[in-house]
């Protein structure tokens, strides 16, 4: 596991609403109240309504399902042995991030008094 997620504790993640979903041509970010903004660079996976599994190379905004996160509170978060962020929301659906592992930050979170690379 990254030593990075390991290492840090992210209940100020939860009850937290989703408030924007910005996408970007390399990078998508998921903007939470209380100014918390996650994103990334590399694989997701979003599961609930149908699955999305997408690669940044690719373009996960074509058959996006994330819009419906808008409105949405994290519920839990945990992270996994294979490197990854996995957030659950109030529908019940999962959006799995994971951390590259290459030389460059594919994870960031960003809060107030809180700056997270991975």
């Not at 408030?19 to 590399?42: A, D, V």
């Not at 929301?89 to 030389?103: A, K």
Request: hydrophobic letters at 40%; aromatic letters at 8%; a negative charge.
């Amino acid at each position: 596991m990254s030593a990075i997620l390991q290492a840090e504790e992210f209940s100020f993640l939860r009850g937290k609403e989703v408030i924007q979903i910005c996408f970007g041509l390399y990078q998508i970010q998921l903007r939470l109240h209380e100014k918390i903004c996650i994103s990334w660079t590399h694989h997701f996976d979003h599961r609930g309504r149908g699955t999305i599994s997408a690669d940044m190379t690719e373009n996960p905004t074509r058959d996006t399902t994330l819009l419906s996160l808008l409105g949405q509170t994290v519920e839990r978060v945990v992270t996994s042995t294979d490197n990854a962020l996995i957030l659950q929301f109030s529908n019940n659906e999962i959006l799995t991030i994971f951390v590259s592992g290459g030389p460059y930050d594919s994870v960031s979170i960003t809060a107030p008094g809180k700056n997270i690379y991975a």
